[in-house]
């Protein structure tokens, strides 16, 4: 189960630097001017997760692998791209593709790197974003509406259904608010997410700020953190050079990076996290001698689904999961420990499936 996260931005906000920096790759040319990422950069990165090794270390697993989430450098937006101005059309389709958004704003001063707009304001730079995506998505509203309008006079019940959730994203649209403040009725959530607005995607804000700032935030932190709190959503600060200078050093090297900084973790680690959050993931953890795996579920997924994630005749053949919660396991001292104090539970295909859960699937071939 892949999740994508956009990478979106004004030309030279720190995008193709924080990309670089997330992937440890020089792949995005991070280069003084508009449009040095042409096409989009993608790249997976691992979600840092202390327990996975701690689980590993007591099952004496041989190998550790992570679950990852895919990043995607989308090139930067300028005003008017919902009218194809720069590479708008391309970027628009671009970011149609991903789950959610991280909008990285410029929160620092550097007479070097030339702003687009040639000033610094992190929340106006937010805004111009935001509202080329929603006349975008006003665009594709009023070119939907125009292919249904048969099928409506029909009554066909899709058609009907569509142009009804269309209207109220366009209501919104209008008032200057993003289509995903809708409030959408479970029975037409499928309907909804086919629509692809663009302004439906979680939104996350990267603050990027001058190294000095990394540990506290600036002034321009503060702004943005201010508007996300008051639109309901999340922010992060962190400084895209820092991280780019840590991404090249060996683990020890970096631990000494960030504490001369002043640093307790990378603040790549909380973006990702955040990042987790914002789409509402979690996860479960496959732990034996062979090795120690970490799987991608959305919050709120169940026993058969969770272990579709490993492979789809888990699913189909489900038969129960062997469970044990991450507390309980450490705790204990491994599986067999648990099993012999009672802690393993055998769940069936209506358990919703906690996040740090051990599990063990049986299933029918």
């Not at 804000?205 to 996300?228: H, L, P, R």
């Amino acid at each position: 189960m892949g999740f994508r996260m956009g990478i979106v931005g004004l030309p030279n906000v720190g995008k193709s630097t924080l990309f670089n920096a997330l992937t440890r790759t020089a792949a995005a040319q991070a280069a003084n001017f508009p449009f040095c990422t042409i096409e989009p950069n993608v790249g997976e990165v691992a979600v840092p997760d202390s327990r996975l090794e701690r689980l590993a270390e007591i099952a004496k697993s041989k190998q550790i692998i992570p679950t990852r989430m895919t990043f995607v450098d989308i090139a930067g937006l300028v005003k008017g791209a919902s009218k194809g101005e720069g590479l708008g059309n391309q970027f628009l389709a671009n970011i149609r593709e991903v789950d959610a958004i991280a909008h990285v704003l410029r929160c620092f001063e550097d007479g070097d790197v030339t702003h687009v707009e040639g000033r610094v304001d992190p929340v106006a730079d937010a805004a111009t974003i935001e509202t080329e995506l929603m006349l975008a998505d006003l665009e594709s509203i009023e070119r939907r509406m125009q292919n249904i309008v048969r099928k409506v006079r029909g009554g066909d019940k899709e058609a009907v259904q569509q142009e009804r959730l269309l209207k109220a994203a366009q209501a919104v649209l209008e008032e200057g608010r993003p289509a995903r403040v809708v409030e959408v009725d479970d029975e037409d959530i499928k309907a909804w997410k086919l629509l692809q607005l663009l302004t439906t995607k979680p939104v996350l804000y990267v603050c990027n700020v001058e190294e000095a700032a990394a540990g506290t935030g600036n002034a321009f932190s503060a702004q943005v953190a201010e508007m996300a709190a008051a639109e309901g959503n999340s922010h992060v600060v962190i400084s895209a050079r820092i991280e780019e200078e840590i991404s090249q050093l060996e683990e020890e090297e970096a631990g000494m990076f960030l504490g001369e900084m002043g640093l307790e973790e990378a603040g790549l680690d909380r973006l990702i996290r955040a990042g987790y959050e914002l789409l509402h993931l979690q996860t479960y953890f496959t732990v034996g001698p062979k090795e120690a795996r970490a799987w991608t579920i959305r919050e709120g997924t169940h026993a058969p689904q969770a272990a579709g994630v490993i492979h789809g005749d888990f699913e189909k053949g489900f038969i129960r999961a062997e469970t044990i919660a991450f507390e309980d396991f450490v705790e204990l001292g491994g599986e067999q420990p648990a099993k012999e104090a009672g802690k393993m539970r055998a769940e069936g295909k209506s358990y919703l499936v906690k996040d740090g859960d051990v599990l063990h699937f049986l299933f029918n071939t």
